[in-house]
């Protein structure tokens, strides 16, 4: 028998116990719904537009109050049969429904009210079908309109300019922004037509701009001196005026600039990547192939200064024998008598990793060659791979070959466009990679000391071709 009391006595300590806290629950809820309410209030007594920002974080806490706090209470209080605790938990579940149905239905109910009340502008005026006239008087802080080409888009921010004009918006207080001028000029005719005032220098009024033209006012008024802004038009005129001069050789140092971008368009490989092994050839300019990115560097440069060679040709002065074949320097330029030997080596003299000839045994065919040269007193111009990986080759062709009495005549456009069959095609793709390398400097305020270093390793193609857009942009 004591042992039954004492269950009965535990069973409803912990039934009293659910009571207890779900008490403490249903008062917290009922402050939330309170909470909700007075946040609403305003909008309800007004009839105004409940702004998203607002409006989702209130119908969420509904939510959760409803479906997740007040069930669980109303289910201890059926089982405890406390009448004014159950009425009480009733008037909750009742005030969270109610505060939903205002959520979700109280901007639908102004967007007809507001419809029904301008429907003149919206159906008479403008002639805006169902969704342009629901994107026109959402009044929330900003409005998303997602739309497709030909749906009236510009019907529907000149009427959202007319709806605001109707709400005694002042047109100082509006702004529109397109991204072209096209569309600037073509939403203030169809404002004017309206009779809209639009903005000038004399008089205030509805402001339409392009989004650059905002953005030079608005630098503009912070700025102690005049500014300048390059639209598509000023840079698309500026590059093909400088590429004209370019090409009829007004400026010389922008005529090599811009053969030289034309030359290695195609150039985009790392040329300063160490050198690798296999069977793998490179093309030149002039068609042929050769061993190494360094070798084709070097007939490259030699086909562009008019320089005659011939790519491995036998030296038939050297002493051959005793194992040796015939001997083929790697360049021989015959009208100078004069031969180049590209040394495929680091500047500790040794070879790359993976070739087949080690390093010793190439060192031996060196010092061969460099005896057969002397001799025979024949001349020998040495160029080395360490020059092209450390992006010192170029330099080192025009300096020791001019010493060596050999004289270079870059080609003319004329002369390019001769030997090229795309030189049209490749012209017409550095003009419009020039527009954009000019619209994106000046976007990121870049000057051409900031971008110079960015060149040093990189591909010749992107090299050369910053070289000109530095050259243009000064």
Sequence with gaps: MAAAAAGVAGVVWYRRRQVAR???????AESDLREVENALEAFVLSGNYIPESVRRPLGAKVVRIAEGSLPPIAKVVRRARDSGMRQESEVALRHGGELRRILENHNDQYVK???AEHSKLLVDDLKADEAQRNAIVRDDVRNLVIAGAGSGKTRTIVGRIRFLLEREVPPTAILAVTFTNKATEEMQDRLRQMGVTIADREKGGVTVSTLHSLGKRVVQAVATG???VADDRWTDSLVAAVLREARTGQ??????????????FHRSEDETAPAVGGDKTYRTLRGEHVRSIGERIIADFLFFNHVEYKYEAKASWASVGGGRGAYHPDFALPENEVSIEYWGVNRAGEVPAGWTTSTAEYKRGMAWKRDQFQREGKGLVEFYDYERTEGTLDAA???RLTRAGIVLRPMTFEEVGTSFGDLKYIGSSIEKLLVQFITNARAMR????EIQPQLKRSTPRVHHFGLLGIAVLE
Aim: aromatic fraction near 2%; charge should be positive.
């Design 446 to 449: 870049r000057e051409p000391k």
């Design 22 to 28: 779900a008490l403490i629950r249903l008062r917290q």
């Design 251 to 264: 400026d010389p140092r922008l005529a090599q600039l811009y053969l030289k971008a034309i030359l290695n």
């Design 397 to 399: 062709l025009r300096e």
């Design 113 to 115: 009210r507001v419809m």
């Design 226 to 228: 005049p500014i300048s």
